[in-house]
């Protein structure tokens, strides 16, 4: 036995004193194993002295107990947590809505987050929030991550590998999104101003060139992907030109209104690349004219595009050519 074992069944030992007599017995007897009898005791002891009087606590050995002769250790502990909902329903909803508060608390006080940037182009992060964020952040990456066509995928020539992605890769995908499309009226403000991110580039760079562009926290990106975060997300381009001088700062104006994204639905009824099918409330608001090359926010301009088809419309590396039926045709390059 090591020694760790050893302690484990000692400190079991001295907790099976007179009041969990009936666990005893049955250990003993082996009719539960260690762990089991272990798990018992925890959920007797925990159970509230306010709420449960010595019969409801007798009971609820005796159920748990009964358990054990078709449940390991694990299934016990979920069972335990709610033994009082078996063996006394009246007082069982109060000690539930009592213990989630305070673990709601207690992870909320806890809650934690960590990132930082390999110099590589990638970002890595751990955190830790309570149940409820966690399952509200699940559901909506869930929204953004549902699978793609994969007829289309092979159609556009994407590579296989890309085309079966694992679940947490396409989460990791929609959680990219889910950052890029966050509206000024969604973020909080510092100073005064929406914490947005200033991607600094040349009006040489935003008209359709090459070089880089520097954020305002030290970064550097592709021009390409700052003529598409501009195009849509909460992101303000600040265009220099001749000597660094302030040509543009953005203006509130170039995202589509509800009521644009509404008509924008009803007409195009999802993305609107030829042989894509994904939904409207999973797109994009496009403009058909960039924005900063003067095009206008309205729905007249404008078209609905899923992520992927709305990156590919700011790659240099596809051409659009639209078609009879009001759908754009993606062209690669050669």
């Known amino acids: 036995m090591t020694r760790a074992e050893a302690h484990r069944l000692t400190k079991l030992a001295g907790r099976l004193g007179a009041a969990h007599e009936p666990i005893r017995a049955a250990l003993a007897s082996g009719e539960v194993l260690a762990d089991q009898a272990a798990v018992i005791v925890d959920a007797v002891d925990a159970l509230p002295t306010d709420l449960a009087d010595a019969e409801v606590v007798a009971d609820a050995e005796a159920a748990l107990l009964e358990y054990a002769a078709d449940h390991d250790a694990t299934a016990l502990r979920v069972l335990g947590r709610r033994i009082l909902d078996v063996v006394a329903p009246e007082v069982g909803e109060a000690h539930e809505a009592r213990i989630l508060e305070a673990e709601g608390a207690k992870a909320r006080a806890a809650a934690s987050f960590s990132m930082a940037d ?19 952040l699940h559901k909506h990456l869930l929204a953004l991550a549902a699978p793609k ?9 994407e590579p296989v590998a890309t085309r079966d992605l694992p679940t947490r890769h396409r989460m990791g995908q929609a959680f990219c999104d889910y950052i890029e499309t966050r509206r000024e009226d969604t973020v909080p403000h510092a100073g005064g101003v929406p914490a947005t991110i200033v991607v600094t ?31 849509q997300a909460g992101i303000i381009p600040a265009v220099l030109g001749g000597p660094s001088q302030v040509l543009d700062l953005g ?5 589509h209104t509800e009521p644009q994204r509404i008509a924008l639905a009803l007409r195009d009824s999802g993305c609107t690349a030829e042989g894509c099918d994904w939904p409207p409330g999973m797109c994009h608001a496009h403009h058909d004219v960039p924005w900063h090359q003067g095009g206008h926010t309205d729905v007249k301009t404008g078209r609905l595009l ?3 088809h709305h990156t590919l419309t700011h790659d240099p590396g596809y051409a659009t050519n639209p078609t009879a039926h009001g759908k754009l045709r993606f062209i690669k390059r050669t």
Do not use: N, V, Y
């Open 118 to 136: 390999d110099g590589h182009g990638t970002c890595h992060g751990r955190f830790a929030i309570p149940s409820l964020h966690g399952a509200i």
């Open 149 to 157: 066509h994969k007829a289309d995928q092979a159609k556009w020539g």
């Open 201 to 231: 580039m040349s009006l040489e760079s935003l008209l359709g060139g090459l070089a880089a562009a520097t954020l305002d926290t030290g970064g550097r990106i592709s021009a390409g992907e700052a003529r598409r975060l501009a195009c």
């Open 251 to 255: 203006r509130k104006c170039r995202f």
């Open 306 to 308: 899923c992520p992927r």
